[in-house]
Structures are given as C-alpha cells and as structure tokens.
C-alpha cells in the first residue's frame, strides 16, 4: 500500500486547512487510518483515527472540537480537516493504514505516507 499525504502549507493562526492522504495498492475499505504528527523537537503523536467504515473515531485532547477526519473509501482517501490552527499545531502530519489495530500508537500501523509539513504563524 502506498499513501500520499498532501495538503499541508503555511496559515496563520485562527486559519483551516484540509489535509488529504490518498492511498493505493491495497483494499483501502479494509485499512484503519490515522493521522499522526511529529513537530519540532518532539516525538510522533497520535492526532486522529478512524475505523473501517468511519464508526469509531479517536482524536487527541489537544485537538478534539477543532479537527474532523473522515474517509471517502470510494476515492481511498482520508481527510483530516483542521480549524482554528494554533502555532503548535506546527507540524509535519503523516497519515497511517493499520491492517489490524484501532491503535493511537505509530508501531501499530503497517504503512506510511511521506508527510506533509503545517506550519501555523502567530
């Protein structure tokens, strides 16, 4: 499976941004897809997650209210839409498939796209 994360830029703060990972090679219906983040200095954190057929979603405290994810597994793609960006919301975001675990740790998922940097000005 490869997936190809793209949407990222610069926005200041308060602004949107929507980010897309499109996935090929695979059954996409079958994969859990989460969208993680890894900013400067700081480990890899889990932002957000959804199942299968998009029933059970996690999102991080840090962005619950502000960040939807959704999937279109007709376009075998995950969307991460964000809203009222803070500066450390200032990221490079991945997008990950896991075949087996609804899981909000990096080990547990199987593929990766490449990243996609939000930097969010002040």
């Known amino acids: 499976v490869q997936l190809q994360a793209s949407g990222g830029g610069l926005v200041q703060a308060g602004g949107s941004l929507r980010l897309s990972c499109a996935a090929s090679g695979g059954i996409f219906s079958r994969y859990i897809m989460g969208w993680f983040r890894q900013g400067p200095g700081k480990e890899r954190e889990s932002v957000a997650v959804?199942?299968?057929?998009?029933?059970?979603?996690y999102y991080a405290d840090s962005v619950k209210g502000r960040f939807t994810i959704s999937r279109d597994n007709a376009k075998n793609t995950v969307y991460l839409q964000m809203n009222s960006l803070k500066p450390e919301d200032t990221a490079v975001y991945y997008c990950g498939a896991s075949t087996k675990y609804v899981a909000t740790v990096d080990i547990r998922y199987d593929y990766w796209g490449q990243g996609t940097l939000v930097t969010v000005s002040s």
């Open positions: 959804i199942t299968w057929s998009g029933a059970t979603i």
